[in-house]
């Protein structure tokens, strides 16, 4: 059965700091996604990461992916506020044709 | 209007009721999934489907039933309401292709008292 989890599950930081999430999972995955939640809205997505390898980049965030390790992070460069939010990460099982996401990391960013 | 919706976005239910979330997409994506969202659980995965016709159970399928008799749309069912459901729920589609990914509706709270 595959598991995702990631970690820290909360994380405080000030404006400008750097810091990673981190996504590990249990079994071969066909591709990881990253989404970002703002409260009460719905998810927005971020990066789709298909193969061993990948890094993908927008803005102050960037994301690889490792499938050998089963791990993909996130990387917040010199955060701003507005990067306040929970993330999730997503594995995709094409093969069983479902997505199973981590439980989320709440991140909040102090000016 | 192009794009995944869910209706209703509120809805407070008795326990003992049943109950039907709606779920419509008009980008006729073969797959479909159904998450509930709870605090310090995340998503997690009710019901998908991979066309019409096609259902198979998640991780927390009791409960709730599904059906996909048409390819744009996906509705959830609570055949007997509990305390135990009430949550946000969200329905999700993807074509399945390599680098697309799932697409979420804007979710529906569910209140059951």
């Known amino acids: 059965e595959l598991k995702v989890e990631q970690n820290p599950l909360f994380l405080s930081m000030q404006e400008g700091k750097n810091y990673t999430i981190y996504c590990n999972y249990s079994?071969?995955?066909?591709?990881l996604y990253w989404y970002r939640q703002d409260p009460g809205k719905s998810l927005e997505s971020l990066f789709v990461?298909?193969?061993?390898?990948a890094v993908k980049q927008e803005g102050r965030l960037m994301a690889s992916l490792d499938t050998k390790a089963r791990l993909s992070t996130l990387h917040i460069t010199a955060a701003v506020h507005d990067l306040s939010a929970t993330y999730f990460c997503?594995?995709?099982?094409?093969?069983?044709?479902?997505?199973?996401f981590g439980k989320g990391t709440r991140l909040h960013i102090l000016p | 209007d192009a794009g995944i919706t869910q209706s209703p976005r509120y809805k407070i239910t008795e326990t003992g009721r049943q109950v039907t979330l709606m779920c419509h997409q008009t980008?006729?994506?073969?797959?479909m999934f159904w998450y509930r969202q709870d605090l310090g659980h995340g998503l997690r995965l009710i019901y998908y489907?991979?066309?019409?016709?096609?259902?198979d159970k998640g991780e927390v399928p009791d409960g709730y039933v599904v059906s996909r008799s048409k390819t744009e749309n996906f509705p959830l069912t609570l055949e007997s309401a509990t305390r135990s459901q009430t949550s946000v729920y969200f329905c999700?589609?993807?074509?399945?292709?390599?680098?697309?990914?799932?697409?979420f509706g804007q979710g529906t709270r569910l209140t059951v008292v």
């Open positions: 999700a589609s993807s074509d399945g292709t390599e680098n697309t990914e799932a697409f």
């Open positions: 079994t071969t995955s066909d591709r």
């Open positions: 990461l298909l193969s061993n390898g």
């Open positions: 997503a594995v995709d099982m094409r093969r069983d044709d479902k997505i199973i």
């Open positions: 980008w006729s994506h073969s797959y």
């Open positions: 489907s991979a066309a019409a016709d096609i259902t």
